[in-house]
Every structure is written in structure tokens, then in C-alpha cells.
């Protein structure tokens, strides 16, 4: 079995005159953040492999995850930055093997279209709301049976939990 975690980033500032690509975290995103690794922690959601957008806020989200999760270096992978589904899905067919679950902290809309695009089993209420939402530092789990992460493909995946901060009480 192969599993995909995809992480939005945790919430972000807007200050003026600072491009897209340095936006930092905001008081709730750096407060948020931590709180999630927490979670991923203690529900055994410990990555093989970390694939992250080069932008300021997916690497400070990484930041304060990887401080519960201790996990492994991440791969920092310009092809995850504002990517639409497609190119998202070709880093997760590019997964090493030896890598039975991979988490990735990115961007939306492209991370909301490659979990509707790849759960086609699971959680009903997830899948149905994933047609709404991916919130900031939001959480989708998805499961693939297979033979290794270049046969996960559209509909193969089954979402086994969808889940954001206000779901774990985590926002104010």
C-alpha cells in the first residue's frame, strides 16, 4: 500500500510589496502548523518522503510539522509551486518506491484537484466536502494499492480521511 498526505500550507501574511513566493506564515498559520504535526504524529502519519513547494510558507508549514514528526530531510520540488493537478500528479508517479507513504505541502487549487482527481473510494463525507474546501493547513489522506507510485492514477486512490484545522479545534 502507498500513502499520500497532501498538506496546504498553513495560513500566510500578504504584506505589501513582498512577492508570492517569500509570503510568510501568519500569527494563526505559525500557531496552526505545529498543532498539525502534533496530529499527524499521533495519528502514525509519519512520511517515507517529503515533497514541498519552494515558497516561504510551505517550507515554514514544514518547519513546524516536522518538529512532532521528526521526519525525514524534505525535498524542496519547484514543480509543486501553484502547480495544477497534472504536474502534482507527476511528482507523486515520481516517488521513489522505497517510499511507502509521501507527504506533500503545497498549494491550492491544484491540491483540492488531485484529491478529487485521485479519490475515486473512501470517505464519503470528505470526498463531498473536497468538492467545496481545501483550507489552509488542511489535511487529505489518501491510500493506493499497487505496484508502486507511477500506477497511481485517476479514481485509484480511496481518501481515508479529510480533515482541517476547525475539525480538530484548532482555529479560533
Known amino acids: 500500500m502507498r500513502r499520500l498526505i497532501l498538506l496546504r500550507h498553513a495560513k500566510s501574511d500578504r504584506p505589501a510589496g513582498v512577492a508570492d513566493l517569500e509570503r510568510p506564515l501568519n500569527a494563526r498559520g505559525r500557531r496552526v502548523a505545529p498543532r498539525i504535526g502534533e496530529y499527524l504524529a499521533a495519528e502514525g502519519l509519519r512520511p517515507d518522503a517529503v515533497a514541498v513547494s519552494p515558497s516561504l510558507r510551505t517550507r515554514q508549514t514544514w518547519e513546524a510539522v516536522q518538529v512532532a514528526l521528526k521526519g525525514p530531510d524534505p525535498e524542496i520540488v519547484e514543480a509543486i509551486y501553484e502547480a495544477p493537478e497534472a504536474a502534482l ?10 517510499a511507502s507513504s ?5 498549494h491550492n487549487p491544484g491540491f483540492q484537484d488531485l484529491a478529487l482527481r485521485l479519490a475515486g473510494s473512501g470517505d464519503r463525507t470528505g470526498r463531498k466536502r473536497l468538492t467545496v474546501e481545501f483550507p489552509t493547513a488542511a489535511i487529505a489522506v489518501i491510500d493506493f494499492e499497487g505496484e508502486g507510485w507511477h500506477a497511481v492514477a485517476a479514481g485509484s486512490g480511496r481518501l481515508e480521511r479529510f480533515l482541517a484545522p476547525r475539525d480538530l479545534e484548532l482555529e479560533d
Open 102 to 106: 509521501l507527504l506533500m505541502i503545497g
Open 89 to 98: 500528479l507527476a511528482v507523486v508517479q515520481a516517488t521513489p518506491d522505497s
